[in-house]
């Protein structure tokens, strides 16, 4: 029964075979008793399957509690599930206006966190938690968003910050640049800047703009879905494999007037322009071009603000505080790794324009000297690191995204992730190399993530595929303000202000955030 039971899930679950679903809901008001016998460790899922298939509420309610408590000590993962569907509901019934909606979300935050906290102290090896962290995917929002309604803005802000990044803030605290991060106790991280945090969920979003006097203010976003965010952000990459001429069009047309609408006019209200903001977007989000955005006046945030981006503010503190102990000087430190040869890819003939700018030519890793293991050799003490080459991602596991250096060897997410680089900034002028697939989007993971994992304090990074030689023309604009002395943070913007007053596309600047500090 209980291998039939297996079946039938797979089949309803990966074939959406309705056929499948029906005998599945007859199994088990059929026998539900003895498929709730057996192996111990099986139980909780097969309380969540029955959770699942539950009509009344009430069942459904107390199954899904039984499946989160059952499930803290046999298997973690299907508390995360269990407590994230449990929050969806508690969602519901607060926007109904039933007080009993938002106890039941604190109920499921605190098997979700605590489920979460066991994964994080297990210390398993990055490839197995991030398969299990998918089933916590949400559960940091839905709590945030639960709190925003209830008016507790500091508990919002916790439950955002712990919900997100957790793989990378345990890495950094275990590298000693971090701090960990509760669910309920103690205070919001310090925002020594303004910073907008900002989050979806199913049943809308909404943000917290902190000042830096550490006041808050709540702004609703019940527009932003996680269905509307995850569209806007395939859209966007559909559109780049295409061509820059659809990316420009969709950008213009289709996603910038829409998540300017809903998004970035009302922060933009409470957010005074000319002053510098740290962007802390979770999930599906943090893949959308903010700089391109306008407020409510019209302006893009780019000429609004210097932005820098971060997943969470704890790892925008984390960043900032690393990146205040890393004033080097890049010009005599910096590396570039170009255009590696042999490779069966298009060839990147720009690419080589924009590393006179950021290294003198005995540190220039250019065609067949940029070999793995010459990378691998520079890795350890360059101040400036910067990669103009090819790189491939993928949506089911981010730890397999990775830079092709010469003879298209490729260097890993994982393998980066698991170093420490003592450089200042790492510029990744490929493509895609900040994105990130949906079922992994709150952890943030990617090449981007990996080398803030490896203690770099500020990355510049793609969101989508990305033309060689408009690249190359906001690359070597940026090189130059980082040779001049410019913090990284600065650099990007005074480049993507020049590349903007050129009559450079929207897609060709856009694409470019800064992550960290």
Known sequence: LATLSDVLATSRRELRDESAAEALH????????????????????????????????????RLLRQAASTGLELRPSVTLASARQLATDGLVLQLRHDRTGAGLVEEAATFGFAALSRLVADDEPWRHALSWYRDAQ????????????????????????????????????HSG????????????????????????TPLGGGAIVTDPDGGHTPVMLPGLTTELAQAWTRKLANAARLSRRSLES????????????????PVSRV??????????????PAMLPIAAATGHDGEPFLLRHVLRQAPAPSIAETTAAGAGLRAVHMAERGWTVAAPLPSRHPPLPAAMIETTEFADPGNRLVGAAATIAAVREVL????????????????????????????????????????TCPARVVVLAACDTAAVGAAHADEALGLAGAFL?????????????????????????????????????????????????????IASWAAFPLFGA
């Open 453 to 505: 994992a490896a203690t770099v304090p500020a990355v510049v990074a793609s969101l989508w595929s990305v033309g060689d030689e408009p690249t190359s023309r906001l690359m070597a604009r940026l090189g130059r303000y980082l040779r001049e002395g410019h913090d990284p943070v600065p650099a990007l913007h005074l480049a993507r202000i020049d590349h903007r007053s050129a009559g450079e596309p």
């Open 380 to 419: 350890p003490r360059a101040g400036l690191l910067h990669f103009a080459c090819h790189a491939r991602t993928t949506a089911a596991d981010p730890l397999t995204n990775h830079l092709l250096l010469a003879g298209d060897e490729a260097l890993f997410a994982d393998e980066i992730a698991r170093m």
């Open 271 to 284: 957010v005074p322009s000319g002053v510098p903001l740290t962007w802390c977007a979770g999930g599906a």
């Open 177 to 200: 640049q971090g701090r960990p991060v509760g669910s309920g106790a103690g205070r919001p991280p310090p925002a020594p800047r303004w910073t907008a945090s900002l989050w979806c």
């Open 138 to 173: 949400g559960m940091g929002a839905l709590t945030a968003q639960s709190r925003l309604m209830a008016g507790d803005l500091g508990g919002a802000l916790r439950a955002f910050d712990a919900g997100h990044a957790s793989l990378l803030r345990a890495r950094l605290v």
């Open 26 to 61: 007859t199994l088990w008001r059929d026998h539900a008793a003895s498929l709730l016998r057996g192996r111990p460790a099986a139980q909780p899922a097969r309380v969540l399957r029955q959770a699942l298939l539950s009509g009344a509420d009430h069942d459904r309610q």
């Open 250 to 265: 969709v950008l213009r047309r289709h996603v910038l007037p829409r998540f300017s609408h809903l998004v970035a006019a």
